[in-house]
């Protein structure tokens, strides 16, 4: 079945670490992104990619740090640069970005959580 | 203000009850998404409307574009409902805007048995 696979689930860090979580997808989706939730609060987005070898900023990138190499990975590392990183880090894809149409469904992950210790 | 706005933010019902859930929005859409949540954190995506309504099983989402409202109603709700529902709107495409998602901050729905 296709999806989006995240991992690990649950992650533990030490302040002062980087730490890359990962994000594979077999749907043949273009675009994929990264969010953030925090409680009591909305979805951030963090990046994102339309293409291959490319990918720009959210809405809260500062901290973080993304490739796509690959059309069915993009991983997110979190840098010790991210002050309050202990979230719930959320994966997605679509079709497209949704550039001019009505875009299309978006795909989710399961989620990690990350807990800096 | 938040250009997507949820309410309420807690529903508790009653096995059976209807149950609905609003979500209201200030920016121009070409499309929105009713999202559900469960304790795992894992998000499903339930509908996604341009206009005007639809129906899967005990789920019903409508949008009204003209007063940018969206309503999500639940008949004859479960405990296995109990969830996060996530309202997110697409922005309309244009400038250096994508058409990406901005989200709600969700609404915890707990049905007791």
């Known amino acids: 079945d296709g999806g989006i696979t995240q991992s690990p689930k649950y992650l533990f860090r030490k302040e002062g670490q980087n730490v890359t979580l990962s994000c594979e997808q077999n749907l043949n989706h273009d675009a994929m992104y990264w969010y953030r939730q925090d409680p009591g609060q909305g979805l951030r987005l963090i990046y994102y990619?339309?293409?291959?070898?490319?990918?720009q900023k959210g809405d809260i990138a500062e901290g973080y740090s993304v490739s796509r190499e690959k059309k069915e990975s993009f991983p997110l590392t979190v840098t010790s640069a991210q002050k309050n990183p202990t979230a719930f880090y959320l994966c997605?894809?679509?079709?497209?970005?949704?550039?001019?149409?009505?875009?299309?469904?978006?795909?989710f992950g399961s989620g990690t959580r990350l807990t800096v210790v | 203000k938040n250009e997507v706005e949820q309410s309420p933010q807690n529903l508790t019902a009653q096995e059976g009850e209807f149950i609905t859930i609003n979500c209201s929005y200030s920016?121009?859409?070409?499309?929105l998404h009713w999202l559900q949540q469960h304790p795992g954190g894992g998000i499903v995506s339930l509908f996604m409307?341009?206009?005007g309504k639809k129906k899967h099983g005990r789920l019903i989402a409508t949008i009204n574009i003209q007063e940018k409202h969206s309503s999500l109603h639940i008949t004859a709700s479960h405990p296995r409902d109990s969830a996060v529902y996530i309202c997110a709107v697409r922005l309309l495409a244009g400038g250096t805007s994508y058409g990406k998602l901005t989200f709600g901050q969700g609404t915890i729905l707990t049905v007791h048995p």
């Open positions: 920016v121009g859409i070409s499309a």
């Open positions: 997605a894809s679509s079709i497209d970005l949704g550039t001019g149409s009505l875009g299309y469904g978006y795909t």
């Open positions: 409307l341009s206009s």
């Open positions: 990619s339309q293409i291959v070898n490319d990918f």
